[in-house]
């Protein structure tokens, strides 16, 4: 399996080539609610249960409540947010090349499902990850 902790502390300003089509989590280290999301994120963004319901009982809020300020801080909706989260794992995957197959990349940032993965990917950055590893690669 992916060593994803050891592949953390690589940022994605730095070693993206694709840009999202829409716009990305916003700087969260201006803002300490967000900051609190992310690092709720971080811990479970790999457990495809992980949802909305989760999110706002890990902070302790009510899923109403955490929506609308999610909303508010950012113009995306809490489960946006949470796939924009998990694409940028993704990418950041992907572009370290340290993975076996895209599969385990999906599986890794919390699809169970590889081909809804590809899907989701491609929504956002506008190319399959196929596309965007033989990009990557020259091909």
Do not use: W
Request: with cysteine; hydrophobic share 35%; glycine share 6%.
């Amino acid at each position: 399996m992916v060593d994803i902790q050891r592949l953390l502390p690589i940022k994605l300003s730095v070693i993206g080539t694709v840009k999202p089509k829409h716009n990305a989590r916003p700087n969260c280290n201006t803002d300490p609610f967000l900051q609190e999301v992310t690092d709720s994120l971080e811990k479970h963004y790999s457990t495809p249960e992980f949802n909305v319901l989760s999110l706002a009982l890990d902070l302790n809020l009510s899923r109403s409540y955490m929506a609308r300020k999610i909303k508010k801080k950012t113009g995306l909706t809490s489960g946006e947010y949470i796939k924009t989260f998990r694409m940028e794992k993704a990418h950041l995957l992907l572009t370290a090349g340290m993975t076996g197959s895209i599969t385990e990349v999906a599986y890794a940032v919390g699809f169970k499902n590889h081909s809804y993965f590809s899907h989701t990917f491609k929504e956002h950055f506008g190319k399959t990850p196929s596309e965007f590893l033989e990009e990557k690669a020259g091909i």
